[in-house]
């Protein structure tokens, strides 16, 4: 379905390739220190493919999906999952025949994985990636013995919910309604807990799932809620970007007052596998081509995605996903374009290589912050 392009990307008259800006290591560390094997990231060639279809693809299938099924999506090896009330084939995900825009994310999600994956010297398996990108990917998946599925969390895609489910599932918590402080560690068991064999047997036969959103949604919720509201995030990455980026700052900030560009000034001079979990790229948290996920659902569509989810592992038919809270207020989308509109063009052209492959892989359009779009 993706075309095959003959030459890779040409950057603007003066401005730096996409490629050489993705290899560029961050201001402030020596070339020679960084060691280590290089990054796993697709060819020039797949790079080309994507960020010229993602975006043509979403608006031209949803003509020609009308009348197509959408491709299965590799659920669990077992003779028949049983639902609530329905029973689903193996082979088959089961989405709502109606929902054409669903059908095409997740068909354009599931062939941009097969493409960009099977593209050589991409991981396959979560020990064909260096031991600190491992160690991230461990560390991230979630996992539930008891209805046999793994769920890798991503921060600020609702996955403080997720876990107060996976407590609920595991007898720790009577309700997903119980007005506790989330516990992000205790009474969770992840990956990275369990000894090689073990995580081998459950990589192959539990279901996988992660959550994403559009990934400067997330930044800008991340930024909103660390910088804004959590005095440790403030003490500790704050100040440092105050005194890095602000002329005149002095030697202690209290770091309540970053901006939005100089928090995108942070992330341009930081190294995407170092970064902190709550603005690390998605790829690099769950490594979606060293593990095959059953289903990628959407932040955008949380409630009916997380269900369906829970109907696919035969939760319990009381535990649902919980309502979101009255007084949260997400990132809006108008929300979004007045930062981004906000921002030095040439500093979003240096942030966005960082997450690129979370916007194609997942099927999310880059920002239109043309000079006319930000004037309408």
């Given at each position: 379905?993706?075309?095959?392009?003959?030459?890779?990307?040409?950057?603007?008259?003066?401005a730096?390739?996409?490629?050489r800006a993705?290899?560029?290591p961050?201001?402030?560390?020596?070339?020679?220190?960084?060691?280590?094997p290089?990054?796993?990231?697709?060819?020039?060639?797949?790079?080309?493919?994507?960020?010229?279809?993602?975006?043509?693809?979403?608006?031209?299938?949803?003509?020609?999906?009308?009348?197509?099924?959408?491709?299965?999506?590799?659920?669990?090896?077992?003779?028949?999952?049983?639902?609530?009330?329905?029973?689903?084939?193996?082979?088959?995900?089961?989405?709502d025949?109606?929902?054409?825009?669903?059908?095409?994310?997740?068909?354009?999600?599931?062939?941009?994985?097969?493409a960009?994956?099977?593209?050589p010297?991409?991981?396959?398996?979560?020990?064909?990636?260096?031991?600190?990108?491992?160690?991230?990917?461990?560390?991230?998946?979630?996992v539930?013995?008891?209805?046999r599925?793994?769920?890798?969390?991503?921060?600020?895609?609702?996955?403080?919910?997720?876990?107060?489910?996976?407590?609920?599932?595991?007898?720790?918590?009577?309700?997903?309604?119980?007005?506790?402080?989330?516990?992000h560690?205790?009474?969770?068991?992840?990956l990275?807990?369990?000894?090689?064999?073990?995580?081998?047997?459950?990589?192959?036969?539990?279901?996988?799932?992660?959550?994403?959103?559009?990934p400067?949604?997330?930044?800008?919720?991340?930024?909103r809620?660390?910088?804004?509201e959590?005095?440790?995030?403030?003490?500790?990455y704050?100040?440092?970007?105050?005194?890095r980026?602000?002329?005149?700052?002095?030697?202690?900030?209290a770091?309540?007052?970053v901006?939005?560009?100089?928090?995108?000034?942070?992330?341009?001079?930081?190294?995407?596998?170092?970064?902190?979990?709550?603005?690390?790229?998605?790829?690099?948290?769950c490594?979606?081509?060293?593990?095959?996920?059953?289903?990628?659902?959407?932040?955008?569509?949380?409630?009916?995605?997380?269900?369906?989810?829970?109907e696919?592992?035969?939760?319990?038919?009381?535990v649902?996903?919980p309502?979101?809270?009255?007084?949260?207020?997400?990132?809006?989308?108008?929300?979004?374009?007045?930062?981004?509109?906000?921002a030095?063009?040439?500093?979003?052209?240096d942030?966005?290589?960082?997450?690129?492959?979370d916007?194609?892989?997942?099927?999310?359009?880059?920002?239109?912050?043309?000079?006319?779009?930000?004037?309408?």
């Open positions: 379905m993706f075309p095959r392009p003959l030459t890779p990307l040409a950057a603007p008259n003066g730096e390739p996409l490629g993705l290899r560029r961050p201001l402030g560390r020596a070339r020679a220190g960084l060691g280590g290089p990054l796993l990231l697709p060819s020039m060639l797949m790079f080309a493919v994507i960020v010229a279809s993602s975006g043509l693809l979403l608006m031209i299938e949803r003509g020609i999906l009308a009348e197509m099924k959408p491709l299965p999506l590799h659920p669990p090896n077992r003779e028949g999952v049983a639902w609530r009330g329905t029973v689903l084939r193996p082979g088959r995900l089961s989405l025949a109606g929902d054409s825009d669903l059908q095409v994310r997740q068909d354009v999600r599931n062939r941009t994985l097969r960009v994956c099977g593209q010297g991409m991981p396959r398996d979560p020990w064909d990636l260096p031991v600190g990108q491992r160690r991230t990917l461990l560390r991230h998946i979630l539930s013995d008891r209805y599925f793994l769920y890798c969390y991503v921060p600020k895609v609702a996955c403080s919910n997720w876990k107060r489910v996976l407590k609920v599932l595991a007898g720790v918590l009577d309700s997903v309604d119980v007005r506790l402080k989330m516990d560690r205790n009474d969770l068991v992840f990275a807990d369990l000894r090689p064999e073990e995580i081998r047997y459950r990589l192959q036969h539990y279901f996988k799932f992660l959550f994403v959103r559009d400067l949604e997330r930044l800008l919720s991340a930024y809620n660390k910088f804004g959590i005095r440790e995030y403030q003490q500790r704050g100040a440092e970007i105050v005194r980026y602000r002329a005149g700052a002095g030697p202690s900030p770091g309540d007052d901006t939005f560009p100089e928090f995108l000034r942070y992330l341009v001079d930081e190294d995407p596998e170092r970064m902190n979990e709550h603005w690390m790229p998605v790829y690099h948290l490594q979606p081509c060293a593990v095959r996920y059953d289903f990628v659902g959407s932040y955008e569509r949380l409630e009916a995605d997380a269900n369906q989810v829970l696919w592992v035969q939760a319990p038919p009381h649902r996903f309502a979101r809270q009255s007084w949260y207020r997400p990132a809006s989308p108008e929300s979004l374009h007045y930062h981004l509109c906000s030095p063009r040439a500093l979003l052209q942030v966005l290589p960082k997450y690129i492959l916007f194609s892989l997942f099927a999310y359009p880059l920002p239109n912050v043309t000079r006319e779009a930000c004037h309408q």
